[in-house]
T-cell receptor, first 115, second 110 residues
């Protein structure tokens, strides 16, 4: 079965430290991979995506993600966390054979950045 | 561009009532989708559409109907609301690859 796993329900980081939010997937073929962020009582905002090419992709607000095909992972990273980065983060996958309307989401990781 | 808009923002229903959640996009996107968000479960796909007149079921379609008569609009209908349908509902649209989400509708069924 196709699935996305975010193994950590919550990640706690001190401001200024690097952060990593983990994501692994189980999808056949070469999927499209996405990260979204959700602030309280808001919709999902697109952060970044991997379609093809360089394994390190850069996105909004200084975030980046590294695609690792052998480990089927797509971890989200930021070199220096800000308190304003505190939010709920979702990893999502679109199998390559799917049409654009279908994403499979992980369960989400709550990121808390303390001053 | 307004992007993806949803109405209403909040709704309280009694069990058995019906209602329609509205979704509209002004980006001329082919694909539109409805998801529900429940704590600890991420977002789950209810129904999606690949163009006007074409819809299909997602992971959790039971109790919901959709139609797509125009490119812009993709309403979600609850036929007979149940407490299990208490959730936050998100509409999304996409072109070639990236989905963009509306602000959501928080629905409570009593």
């Amino acid at each position: 079965a196709q699935s996305v796993a975010q193994p950590e329900d919550q990640v706690n980081v001190a401001e200024g430290n690097p952060l990593t939010v983990k994501c692994t997937y189980s999808v056949s073929g070469n999927p499209y991979l996405f990260w979204y962020v959700q602030y309280p009582n808001r919709g999902l905002q697109f952060l970044l995506k991997y379609i093809t090419g360089d394994n390190l992709v850069k996105g909004s607000y200084g975030f980046e993600a590294e695609f690792n095909k052998s480990q089927t992972s797509f971890h989200l990273k930021k070199p220096s966390a800000l308190v304003s980065d505190s939010a709920l983060y979702f990893c999502a996958v679109r199998p390559f054979y799917n049409q654009g309307g279908k994403l499979i989401f992980g369960q989400g990781t709550e990121l808390s950045v303390k001053p | 561009n307004a992007g993806v808009t949803q109405t209403p923002k909040f709704q309280v229903l009694k069990t058995g009532q019906s209602m329609t959640l509205q979704c509209a996009q002004d980006m001329n996107h082919e694909y539109m989708s409805w998801y529900r968000q429940d704590p600890g479960m991420g977002l789950r796909l209810i129904h999606y559409s690949v163009g006007a007149g074409i819809t299909d079921q997602g992971e959790v379609p039971n109790g919901y109907n959709v139609s797509r008569s125009t490119t812009e609009d993709f309403p979600l209908r609850l036929l007979s609301a149940a407490p299990s349908q208490t959730s936050v509902y998100f509409c999304a649209s996409s072109g070639a690859d990236t989905q963009y989400f509306g602000p959501g509708t928080r629905l409570t069924v009593l």
